[in-house]
């Protein structure tokens, strides 16, 4: 398992990654941070922060227009339509 995978697993089980200054801080249930999936952290500590340093930098946010937002509207009331 690469390390892409090793994260989407973890997003899959609900533990969220984030990064604070330095650290490396990630929030799950206790049923799924076990004592080894916690090792497996620690151990691709400084690959995981690299990766989402990378990912955060590269993916700009930009609100979207009024025209976007009604277009999402519709979609949310009637997924099926050509609108």
Same mark, same amino acid.
């Given at each position: 398992m690469n390390l892409v995978e090793f994260i989407q697993d973890l997003l899959q089980q609900n533990v969220k990654l984030s990064? @604070? &200054?330095?650290?490396?801080? /990630?929030? &799950? #249930?206790? @049923?799924?941070l076990t004592p080894t999936l916690l090792n497996q952290i620690r151990q691709h500590k400084t690959e995981i922060l690299q990766l989402l340093r990378d990912r955060?930098? +590269? #993916?700009?946010? /930009?609100?979207? +227009?009024y025209g976007q937002q009604g277009l999402w509207f519709l979609y949310q009331l009637a997924p099926q339509s050509a609108a």
């Open positions: 990064i @604070d &200054g330095e650290r490396l801080c /990630y929030q &799950g #249930s206790k @049923d799924v955060f930098h +590269s #993916s700009q946010f /930009y609100p979207l +227009s």
